[in-house]
Nanobody, 119 residues
C-alpha cells in the first residue's frame, strides 16, 4: 500500500520558517521524482518545488531563494524548508511522487498539510 504522509504544517508569522516533511512507504522511493505542490483557497494547485530522482532541483519563481527542497533516500522522505514565509504562502501543501522508471508511470499524492501565514 502506497502512502505519502505530509507533516510540519501549521500557523506561522510572516518572516518565519517551517519545515515540511513527506514520509513515503510502499514505493521505490529512489526512482521517484518528488514534488511539493500547494493550493490556496479558490486557486488551482501549483507546483512549488521538485527534486528529481537524480537530485536536481527546481523551484517556482515565487519561492526561489526562500524555499529549499531536499530528499533523503535512506528515509524515503522529502522535505521542504520554508524561510522568509509570506502571507501569500498560505495554502494546503501536497507531496507528489511520480516516475517514468516503472511500468504505468505511477504517480501518487499525499493528503496535504495546511500552512497558514498570519500575524
Amino acid at each position: 500500500q502506497v502512502q505519502l504522509v505530509e507533516s510540519g504544517g501549521g500557523l506561522v508569522q510572516p518572516g518565519g520558517s517551517l519545515r515540511l516533511a513527506c514520509a513515503t512507504s510502499g514505493i521505490i522511493f529512489r526512482v521517484f521524482h518528488m514534488s511539493w505542490y500547494r493550493q490556496a483557497p479558490g486557486q488551482q494547485r501549483e507546483l512549488v518545488a521538485v527534486v528529481a530522482s537524480g537530485g536536481s532541483v527546481d523551484y517556482a519563481d515565487s519561492v526561489k531563494g526562500r524555499f529549499t527542497i531536499s530528499r533523503d533516500n535512506s528515509k524515503n522522505t522529502v522535505y521542504l524548508e520554508m524561510n522568509s514565509i509570506e502571507p501569500e504562502d498560505t495554502a494546503v501543501y501536497y507531496c507528489h511522487a511520480r516516475t517514468t522508471a516503472l511500468i504505468g508511470n505511477p504517480s501518487y499524492w499525499g493528503q496535504g498539510t495546511q500552512v497558514t501565514v498570519s500575524s
